[in-house]
């Protein structure tokens, strides 16, 4: 149903979808913000810890690439499933939502195989084996998949949605929210994976 059709036949409803509009999309970027500055601080706190010595230097797992490839392949699915609502292509929206979902999944499976590649090589998050070092890469990692778990929940819903064809090209504030903050996810991890890489 079209915002024009919905204003004239629900006036009320309609003045709710536009405060809607008004009031998610900088609720979403004071949530990113915060977040921003979460990650802010860890690095920080990683770079200050780094520098005061008894600091055990280790290789990334290899799979971290093929994590960093998936979720940046996982963008590129939810910005066609972006144009294709703009287009009012429904069921290609919900496919590449649905893929886009899939990918989400992926990833989360890449970091606990990351995980278990590193306790291999005896970098562990906690106990008397374990190292500043070690703990800390698990310390930002755990924090990235923990939001990126409410991304998954956001996509779950507008997936949900998107199957009801609930979207069109004149109401897809959802799909629109859910992009926003799924880019931020891959860019954040882009960010952290390049730090974790290069400041060792």
Do not use: C
């Amino acid at each position: 149903m079209s915002t024009l059709k919905i204003k004239k036949e629900h006036p009320h409803k309609a003045e709710l979808i536009e405060m809607r509009k008004k009031t998610a999309k900088p609720l979403l970027w004071i949530g990113i913000v915060s977040i921003v500055m979460l990650f802010s601080g860890l690095t920080s706190a990683y770079v200050v810890r780094a520098d005061n010595g008894n600091w055990l230097v280790f290789q990334l797992p290899p799979i971290a690439i093929i994590s960093t490839a998936i979720i940046v392949a996982s963008s590129l699915t939810m910005l066609i499933a972006q144009f294709a609502i703009r287009k009012d292509k429904q069921t290609v929206a919900t496919l590449f939502l649905f893929i886009t979902f899939i990918l989400g999944i992926a990833f989360t499976y890449t970091q606990y195989a990351g995980w278990k590649e590193l306790t291999t090589q005896g970098i562990y998050f906690l106990g008397k084996y374990s190292n500043a070092s070690g703990s800390f890469l698990y310390l930002i990692a755990l924090m990235h998949l923990f939001h990126l778990f409410g991304g998954l929940i956001a996509l779950l819903i507008t997936l949900t949605k998107s199957i009801r064809k609930r979207y069109s090209s004149q109401d897809y504030l959802g799909i629109e929210l859910a992009a926003i903050y799924w880019h931020f996810l891959d860019v954040l991890w882009i960010y952290l994976f390049l730090f974790l890489y290069f400041f060792r």
